[in-house]
């Protein structure tokens, strides 16, 4: 009789959170028709695929790159793509360990000029690879170490900040694993005498809720800010300027995620409005939030709505506001789990989804 009572309870909850994940996937089941389609999808990178960068080229857009990176352990690598998609092989760089993330930032000071760059977490060397671009020229010395000192190292999220009072540039990594206190480092980035990028720690700052990891990062140059993904948590808010404290500004987005709440994109309509999406990975979603936050407070920021894209379990992406040759309105770039990138034309993402495009 106990027994008996016993499968009957089993039952009763295996059929309660089988109907609770029902309803939960049903809630994101979408129509064909929703979904925004990829103009281009690119070649595929030797193994996985993880996080995109757009590179655009001020005097010849046509010539804008796509950097992506491929995280497997022993020949990964950070591929460059044009805008067709197709890999670029001669300034790819692979046979590197784990590569996680990608950022590009402009005008990094280099003597008498001025250089892009291409920043990469290599994860299994506890390292950060910067290079030039669009050359792809190694300009770190073979790889500069971060979280040194700390048991819990393996750098996977990284994001650059350029401070516009004086386009310092700093760079901003997260890692694996990590403490519920300064979970993130900021590095300041200047040239040395021996033609290197030198990086200086300039603090530790942002809270971790413990429940799974924190990897996408993304900063609004032009509001000042920094926002990352406590997985499975929410998106936290700081300043980026590390001379503005550390006190965090906002968590959003809790509740709203299926299961992650991943990688992290900026559209910029001007210099203080647009949107910030977030990957809703396991939903093949991205949620949408206003930039500038509400009317009554920055700090708030309120989901507006939820595009629909091919990808699948997306947890990297990249958008520009700038128009490049067929995607006008700006690119979005997402990685997808078949080891690609997906491109997708801004027009097409704005009108299924109600958003402004750039005037």
Partial sequence: MMISRMLVVVVIVTCTISCRLSSTQAKHTVPDSAIVQ?????EK???????????????????????????????GGVYVF???GKIDRKRSVTGLKRV????????????????????????????IRIFSLPDMKVIDGGGIEVFT????????GIAFYTRPSDHAVFVIVSRKEGPAENYLEQYLLTASTNGTVEAKLVRKFGQFSGKKEIESIAVDNELGYVYYSDEQFGIRKYYADPEKGNKELAVFGKGEYLEDNEGISIYKL?????YILVSNQSANTFNVYHREGSSSNPHEHKK???????????????????SLPGFEGGLFVAMSTDSTFQLYRWKDIAEKAGLKLKK
């Fill in 38 to 42: 990829p103009v281009v999808i690119t």
């Fill in 45 to 75: 990178v030797f193994e996985d695929s993880d996080d995109p960068a757009i590179w655009i080229d001020s005097l010849n857009p046509s010539q804008s790159l796509i950097i992506g990176t491929d995280k497997h352990t022993a020949n």
């Fill in 82 to 84: 044009t805008l067709d």
């Fill in 100 to 127: 996680n993330n990608a950022d590009v930032a402009y005008g990094l000071q280099w003597g008498d000029t001025a250089i892009d760059i291409v920043a990469a977490t290599e994860r299994d060397r506890n390292m």
């Fill in 149 to 156: 000192g700390e048991q819990q190292r393996s750098p996977m």
């Fill in 270 to 274: 001007d210099a203080a409005t647009g």
């Fill in 304 to 322: 507006i709505t939820e595009v629909a894209v091919k990808t699948n379990q997306s947890d990297g992406s990249d958008v520009t506001s700038v």
